[in-house]
């Protein structure tokens, strides 16, 4: 198999739970990024809001990309899980998400659930990107 391990060590290590932060199909240049959320290294949430929850979770999620050599413009599908109804906390996260993906526009699903991964977890992202070549553009399939 093809596939490399994604898991920067300044984020929570994710050994204990059977994963990394994300995988890089080296075949296809495919990155598959674990959810993010907004935990610190010793699993513990560093805030209570869900804006501020979004917030971090979205620099883990780049810090992982950049291990993994992508960026939010290589995105090509990112899920957005939000504990309750989605609906509830549109007005709140849809422009951290949108400032955060700029002009990168990728296929976008949200998903509302009744539980994540620590009780206090109200947002957790995951995304697929592709990584870049050394022109910092999307390597060729």
């Given at each position: 198999m093809n596939i ?5 060590n300044?984020l ?11 995988t890089?199909?080296?075949l ?8 993010q959320?907004?935990w ?11 804006e501020a929850q ?11 990309l950049?291990?993994?050599?992508a960026s939010?413009?290589?995105i090509l ?8 109804e ?6 709140n996260v849809?422009p951290?998400i949108t400032?955060?993906?700029?002009t ?7 998903i509302?659930?009744?539980?994540l ?10 995304a697929?990107?592709r990584?870049?070549?050394?022109d910092?553009?999307?390597i060729a399939?």
């Open positions: 490399q391990k994604i898991n920067p300044t929570y290590d994710g050994s204990p739970f059977g994963l990394s932060q994300a890089i199909d080296t296809s240049g495919l990155v598959f990024v674990s959810g959320v907004d610190d290294t010793d699993y513990e949430l560093k805030n209570s809001t869900i979004a917030e971090n979770a979205l620099k883990n999620l780049s810090v992982v950049s291990a993994a050599n939010v413009e290589n599908q990112l899920r957005v899980y939000i504990r309750g989605l609906s509830e906390h549109m007005d849809v951290i400032q955060y993906l700029g990168s526009r990728p296929a976008l699903t949200g509302g659930v009744a539980s991964a620590s009780p206090g977890t109200l947002i957790e992202i995951e697929v990107a990584v870049k070549n050394a910092n553009e999307p399939s």
